[in-house]
């Protein structure tokens, strides 16, 4: 009768820790899924803001590339017409930016880091561990209870 007892409780037990190992997963997949899209929606949001800077940026640039001209044409003097090339730089720039291929060097860029330049991504003192988040959480904590 015991080893009824005792098989059936095991069972439970197995069938419990699969149910929390696949809720787990579950919730695990879920916070993937949601940093995923919040990534996705900063990254839309500044790509919208590049195209938006460059509807301001095109219109001054035009505005002053054509005073430029005008005014390097009438006083017969070229060097005025000199800022129009830094100013067309980051004209280009924000371009593509906006609606050019700039992300995807970027990405290739990043991976490329990633793969082959690890060391560069490493955190000063280490990633964080859970005895440094208490040690500072019980730090701050002492120092509040100081101040009260």
């Known amino acids: 009768m015991?080893?009824?007892?005792?098989?059936?409780?095991?069972?439970?037990?197995?069938?419990?820790?699969?149910?929390?190992?696949?809720?787990?997963?579950?919730?695990?997949?879920?916070?993937?899924?949601?940093?995923?899209?919040?990534?996705?929606?900063?990254?839309?949001?500044?790509?919208?803001?590049?195209?938006?800077?460059?509807?301001?940026?095109?219109?001054?640039?035009?505005?002053?590339?054509?005073g430029m001209t005008v005014g390097a044409i009438k006083k017969k003097r070229p060097a005025l017409f000199a800022p129009v090339v830094p100013l067309g730089f980051i004209l280009a720039y924000q371009m593509d930016t906006a609606y050019g291929t700039f992300i995807h060097r970027m990405r290739g860029e990043a991976e490329n880091i990633m793969t082959s330049q690890r060391g560069r991504l490493d955190m000063p003192h280490g990633i964080p561990t859970l005895d440094s988040i208490e040690k500072a959480r019980r730090a701050q904590s002492h120092l509040t209870s100081l101040e009260k």
């Open 2 to 66: 015991g080893s009824l007892v005792s098989n059936h409780m095991e069972e439970n037990l197995k069938k419990q820790q699969e149910f929390m190992a696949f809720n787990s997963r579950l919730q695990m997949e879920r916070q993937i899924l949601l940093q995923n899209q919040m990534r996705e929606r900063q990254m839309a949001m500044q790509i919208a803001w590049s195209r938006e800077f460059l509807k301001y940026f095109g219109t001054f640039f035009t505005v002053a590339a054509v």
